[in-house]
């Protein structure tokens, strides 16, 4: 089964509110509340930043928020900050056959 | 403080086999509500799940790597590993362990740094 659809880069400026997409299919994120995303500095350890489509971590920031729709997965950060320019990566539980989908990953830029 | 760490050799030749380990402290590898996972990032790509591991043994694997995969626990040790028989450039990658929230969770909130693997004769 193929990789979960994310737009290769996103750019926003400090203070401003941008939203990342994940696209899957019915047989995963349209089937199951079971998407998660990761925030991935090069070089460190990802991080979980939203599972359960919308819920949060003990620990990170409430302008980290997760929604769903139909197939697609997104991820809004508010407030956009320096600090938050890092890659991002949604994951997908796909059922019994395939199991585990990541997305190709979104790298974001803070202008 | 769960603290994960892969261990390894960073160079494997083409046609032989990618053995990696990843030791757990700070907290138990048999805590039953937890599954111990691979997963794996090419570079210039995405990330990739590989499989996972029960601490009792049960395993399942990604079905594109499942006829080279196994993945195996050590409770003793508090380590569980990953083989990967015949190995291509395209198993070129940083290889990361992983905690996971439970089978069939998308949830891993615990990683390793991971580790680079080179696969090159």
């Known amino acids: 089964q193929s990789a979960l659809t994310q737009p290769a880069s996103v750019s926003g400026s400090p203070g401003q509110s941008i939203t990342f997409s994940c696209t899957g299919t019915s047989s995963d994120v349209g089937s199951y509340n079971l998407v998660s995303w990761y925030q991935h500095y090069p070089g460190k350890a990802p991080k979980l930043m939203i599972f359960?489509?919308?819920k949060r971590p003990s620990g990170v920031s409430n302008r980290f928020s997760g929604s769903k729709s139909g197939n697609t997965a997104s991820l809004t950060i508010s407030g956009l900050q320096a600090e938050d320019e890092a890659d991002y990566y949604c994951?997908?539980?796909?059922?019994?056959?395939?199991?585990?989908?990541f997305g190709g990953g979104t790298k974001l830029t803070v202008l | 403080q769960l603290q994960l760490q892969e261990s390894g050799p960073g160079l494997v030749k083409p046609s032989e086999t990618l053995s990696l380990t990843c030791t757990v402290s700070?907290?138990?590898?048999?805590?039953?509500?937890?599954?111990w996972a691979w997963i794996r990032q090419p570079p210039g790509t995405g990330l990739e799940w590989i499989g996972s591991?029960?601490?009792?043994?049960?395993?399942y694997y990604a079905p594109s790597l499942e006829s080279r995969v196994t993945i195996s626990v050590d409770t003793s040790k508090n380590q569980f590993s990953l083989i990967l028989n015949s190995v291509t450039a395209a198993d070129t990658a940083v290889y990361h362990c992983?905690?996971?929230?439970?089978?069939?969770?998308?949830?891993?909130?615990?990683w390793g740094q991971g580790t680079l693997v080179t696969v090159s004769s």
């Open positions: 700070g907290g138990s590898i048999s805590t039953g509500s937890y599954w």
């Open positions: 359960e489509v919308s």
């Open positions: 992983a905690r996971q929230v439970g089978y069939g969770s998308s949830s891993f909130d615990d």
């Open positions: 591991i029960f601490y009792s043994g049960s395993t």
């Open positions: 994951c997908s539980y796909a059922g019994a056959y395939s199991n585990v989908l």
